[in-house]
């Protein structure tokens, strides 16, 4: 079971972005196509994108260790986090210079056990990880991190600007999409911003301008994208 922090979706977000005509956490098409011509040319090069691959390849064939985050940073905890960020966007990187699948069907394993494991069904949340599972906010509800949802909604929304109209993960994703956009919005405070925790923003009354950035961001392109509905969402974006 993964004890993972919820801020990995967005990681995993910049790593699924693939072959798309438009700028990117990774590379665009152009740059792509630049970064395979110039192959061969530079040794440097050639090099530095053989380790790539090589790291990429490792973390494809290895277990991924989540250890549950005991300090707020620094640490042994805080160095394997960041050791598999680094995996998930080297195997990002590999996917879009070499196109071979084995590299997205691995990232899209790790977000879907990652979903599987703290995506909460009842409330349509995630959790920022698994010490969360039992605990209670001030005023009984569960505790839920708003920039940590934040971060996944926009990790999505990089996600299906990327994924091509027919691949087979992409159902999945415009799912979750739609129902986090919906439990979102619903949380919105009427001063127009969302807070530290989702579910009880009393307790912690100061904006978090961060959380409230991403969510904007990703709702806006989910109603450009037709899968938001406009009339609906975008007085959240408007008041956001």
Known sequence: MRKFVSCIFMVLGGCLLSFAQHPSLLFTQEEVSEIRAGKGMVPEFDK????????????VNSSISVPVPIDGGGGAVHEQHKSNYYAMFHCGVAYQLTGDKKYVDFLNREYRATYDFLFDKEEHLFYRDSRYFNKKEANGKKVFWGRGNGWVLGGLSEILQALPAKDKHRRFYED??????????????????????????????????????????????????????KDKFTPVVVKG
């Open 48 to 59: 530095s994108l053989s380790e790539v691959l090589s790291a990429a390849d490792a973390a």
């Open 176 to 229: 979750l999409f739609v129902t986090l956009s919906a439990r979102v919005a619903e949380l919105q405070s009427k001063d127009g911003y969302w807070h530290a925790s989702l579910l009880d923003p009393e307790s912690y009354p100061s904006p978090e301008t961060s959380a409230t950035g991403f969510i904007v961001y990703a709702l806006a392109y989910g109603i450009n994208e037709g899968l938001l509905d």
